[in-house]
């Protein structure tokens, strides 16, 4: 990951630092986050402020707070965002496989019932092995990273943006073979989410593309 | 090809986000008899395991007296130091909560504890709550009880709405998990 951040020409040890620094923020912030969402079940128990059971993490609050702490970070640093993201992405290429593997480890996200070959007996019936799907089709991804980026001729924030369009498509058609754990108007939430980020993720990558030096490369060429 | 996958950016994320859509619409859930609630197991979503055990100075009681009761399962033992830790907020809870008709069931792990032992902690600490004896290890087997303590928040519907493994659970997070098993 450290020469992948110098290929990027990002220091790895600023690398290092924002991930350190984001992880404790986090964790932190997920803390706050919590309270700040129930405040009157700590009437009389402070010290449970204090408590190290993880349960008492919020996860989407702990998220924000540490990207905002790393967008900060970076930000005082004066090193360009987009091209921070690029050298984060190895980093990512390798958790989200890992973070697919423990779910099938802990047996949670698990599959519809199927009568497949390869299907897995969990929780009373056979079922799509969905954590696996999902493992092998984020090591695709990994994979590209680590022969070819960064991809020359595209502009900063490219590499992490296509990963993440990437990511969020194999986990919008997988989800349709797993038992759905929330829903929206019927709909599995995992699937209009990804939707949501892909949606997000191309108006974003198509807005990096219009940056004058392609677009003058792409137009001369053809 | 590059120049052309360029040129038309536009149109080929339109095609392909109109794709997506076509896809999360064609694999909208439908229920089915595999669907967790109509199974048990040991699981967020799924049914709540059966057990039918002896409580401690007492007759018996199984899932079927608790049937349209939210409940909390804490499987615990007297040795285990966080168990200790946590029991005084679950008594706190359960005067706090008695009129709410949650109920909270401590099963102690008794095939690796002693009764003799369980008696003196549960006078130690003035427990009121139900205090079953799970002798031949089933009940921990049958919930997947691979860690002390392990607690269970069980809706009325006998659906298991969370598990926390490992302790001590806090009062806030009692009162947090009871409130929410309150309102559904």
Known sequence: MDKKAKAFTIDSELLDKALLIGTISAIFGARFSYIISYPSAFKGDI?????????????????????????????????????????????LGVFIPAYFLSRFASGSGFGLATNLPWGIYLWGTTRHPVQLYLTFLSLIPLAIILLYAPAKKLPSGSTFLIFTIFTS???????????????????RFEQIASWIIILISLILLNSRMRTPALKDHYETQG | MKTYLMKFRIPISICYLAVCIAWIWFTKPVPDSTDPSAIEAAQIGFKAPYFNLPVLDAQEISTTDLKGKAFILNFWASWCPPCKAEMPDFQHAFEEYSNSGIQIIAVNATNQDSVVD?????????????????QDGSASRDYSVHSLPTTYFIDENGIIKDIVIGGPIPLSLLRIQIDQLIME
């Open chain 1, 47 to 91: 010290s449970s402020i204090f408590s190290l059971n993880t349960a008492l993490l919020d996860p989407a609050g702990g998220f924000v707070i540490g990207f905002i702490s790393v967008f900060l970070l970076v930000s005082r640093q004066k090193i360009e965002f987009w091209n921070f993201l690029d050298s984060l992405t190895p980093f």
């Open chain 2, 118 to 134: 369980v008696s003196l902690f549960v006078n130690q600490y003035g427990l009121t709550f139900p205090i079953i004896l799970d």
């Open chain 1, 169 to 187: 498509s194999y986990i919008l058609f997988i989800a349709a073979f797993q038992v759905p754990n929330s829903l929206i108007a019927g709909f």
